[in-house]
Structure formats: C-alpha cells, structure tokens
C-alpha cells in the first residue's frame, strides 16, 4: 500500500497519500469491520471518495485487490448499502458484480437487507442483525470462527445476560449447564 502512494500538496506542505483504490479500500472495510455500518458518517465518506476520484480511479485494479485481499464482503456490501441510501453514488456496475460475494450466506444477507435498513434497526434487533452480518465473511476460517462464537458465547457473556449465572463462575460447570441455557 506505502508503494502506491501518490504525491499530494496539503496547504502547502508536499505529503504523500493513499492512491484512490486503496483509500476506497479502506474505507470500505473500516466502516464494515470496525463501524458495523453504525454511522451515516462513514457512508458519506466512502460517498466522497467516489465523488472526488471515481472518474480517475481504475476500478478493474480496484476489484482486483478487492480479490486479492479476500474482501468482497466488506467491499460490495460498503459499496451497495451506499449506493442504496445516498443514491447519487456513481459505481460501475461492473464493480459491483464482480464484488458480489458468491456464497450461499451472502445471498441470504442480501435478502435480509432488502427486507430491513440496518441503519433504522432498533438496538434490540440490531444485535441480531449484526450477528449475520459477522457470519458474512470472505474468508471460511473467519465465517467458521463467527458461527462458532455465536453458538457457543464466552461464559462473560452469559454472565451479562443472565442474573442467576454469577453464583456459577467455575467453567466446568458453565459447558455443562450450556445446554439447557
């Protein structure tokens, strides 16, 4: 990414920035990995990359890292909930079906998006909502991992969620009350 650094004059003072594809990049993926889409904010900056280098960008190296990188998830989902409620956004549609995650999961995303706004989602059902979205990975290691945090929660967790479990702090005895939990 250092490499690819273009030159930038910044009132002033020469520096070096992110090339256009990788800014987008990241982007993408620090809303999806570390905001959980919780922001408008973060929609309207990937907006604002777009609108200030999508004519110069060179979307065919940008789906190529996007591969690359194993972050279509992140990327088409950033990329498709911007386009959805900014809607001035001017992506090729190629990018985006070349993005498109291809797994069974991604496609059942894709169907709980149409049916919800996961920016309107109250904080109840939010949680849930973010828990699909965490199984939606590129990466079968990372989908493995999410699913199996979901099914089998830290004994923190069940602390938090449930008052009688604080007398039974010993691990032994939480995996053999897990089931009936």
């Not at 990049?25 to 999806?32: D, G």
């Not at 060179?58 to 990188?69: H, I, K």
């Amino acid at each position: 990414v250092w490499s690819r650094t273009v030159a930038a004059d910044i009132l002033g003072v020469e520096s070096s920035v992110l090339s256009p594809e990788d800014l987008l990049l990241f982007q993408c993926t620090h809303m999806t990995a570390h905001h959980d889409f919780n922001r408008l904010l973060w929609f309207k900056d990937i907006e604002q990359v777009i609108y200030r280098f999508g004519k110069q960008m060179d979307w065919q190296v940008f789906v190529l890292r996007v591969a690359r990188y194993r972050l279509r998830t992140f990327v088409y989902y950033a990329l498709f909930i911007t386009r959805e409620i900014i809607g001035k956004v001017e992506i090729p549609a190629t990018v985006l079906d070349n993005t498109r995650p291809k797994y069974l999961t991604a496609r059942l995303f894709e169907r709980f998006l149409k049916k919800t706004n996961i920016l309107e989602l109250q904080e109840n059902r939010r949680g849930p909502a973010l828990e699909v979205w965490r199984v939606m990975r590129d990466d079968r290691g990372k989908r493995a991992g999410a699913i199996a945090r979901r099914a089998f929660p830290r004994v923190e967790w069940y602390l938090e969620c449930y008052p009688f479990l604080p007398k039974i702090r010993h691990r032994k005895i939480y995996y053999g009350l897990y089931p009936l939990l």
